[in-house]
């Protein structure tokens, strides 16, 4: 099972936790199972169309899935994913 560090916007969805675990073959499998154990993460996560979120940044291992294989990037039981909300705003 691969662990998920969860970010503190997210935690309340998930129970309160910083980590979870899940398990999959790849990125995409994890988070779906992420999803499945809390349903409220969902939409945080994925976008309509079953891609990450544009505003979500996930990290394998402190790499960037977009630029690995995405979705389909293996993922190890001794793996660790991160996800990060992007930030945005401040004064014009």
Do not use: C, W
């Not at 969860?6 to 935690?11: F, K, S, T």
């Not at 790849?26 to 891609?51: C, M, N, R, S, W």
Request: charged share 20%; net charge negative.
């Amino acid at each position: 099972m691969a662990t998920i560090r969860i970010p503190p916007v997210l935690r309340p969805a998930v129970g309160g936790e910083r980590e979870v675990v899940a398990e999959g073959a790849d990125v995409g499998a994890v988070l779906t199972a992420l999803t499945e154990q809390h349903p409220e993460t969902k939409a945080q996560i994925f976008g309509a169309d079953g891609d990450l979120n544009r505003y979500v940044n996930v990290y394998l291992n402190d790499e960037d899935v977009r630029v690995l294989d995405g979705l389909q990037t293996a993922v190890g039981a001794s793996d660790s994913l991160v996800i990060l909300p992007a930030m945005a705003g401040g004064a014009a």
